[in-house]
Nanobody
Framework: QVQLVESGGGLVQAGGSLRLSCAAS????????MGWFRQAPGKEREFVST???????RYAESVKGRFTISRDTAKNTVYLQMNSLKPEDTAVYSC?????????????????WGQGTQVTVSS
């Protein structure tokens, strides 16, 4: 059974940092694209970042320069380092995996999803 489990969320002051982790199990995801998405209250889920099997990355404009996605193939884990956090970054962050080696920004293209982890940034 494929599982994606996020961790690392929490409450942080504006300007602070958090590191999210997404541990995958049930299969090896080294050939999969991995992504991070977020959903704020009353808003639709939106793309945050993606990383290809080869390590290429893409970011939403709103997080570019502040967030960094990475993956550890040996640990079957993907990370999202979030720096200079802002109150508007407050959301439930979810990781996802897609059966493609390329970077993917489209929600519908992802095949597996985690439950999400709450990130709250206070002003």
């Amino acid at each position: 059974q494929v599982q994606l489990v996020e961790s690392g969320g929490g409450l942080v002051q504006a300007g602070g940092s958090l590191r999210l982790s997404c541990a995958a199990s049930g299969r090896t995801f080294s050939s999969y694209a991995m992504g991070w998405f977020r959903q704020a209250p009353g808003k639709e889920r939106e793309f945050v970042s993606t990383i290809s099997s080869g390590g290429f990355t893409r970011y939403a404009e709103s997080v570019k320069g502040r967030f960094t996605i990475s993956r550890d193939t040996a640990k079957n884990t993907v990370y999202l380092q979030m720096n200079s956090l802002k109150p508007e970054d407050t959301a439930v962050y979810s990781c996802a995996a897609a059966r493609s080696p390329f970077t993917i920004t489209t929600i519908a293209a992802y095949d597996y999803w985690g439950q999400g982890t709450q990130v709250t940034v206070s002003s």
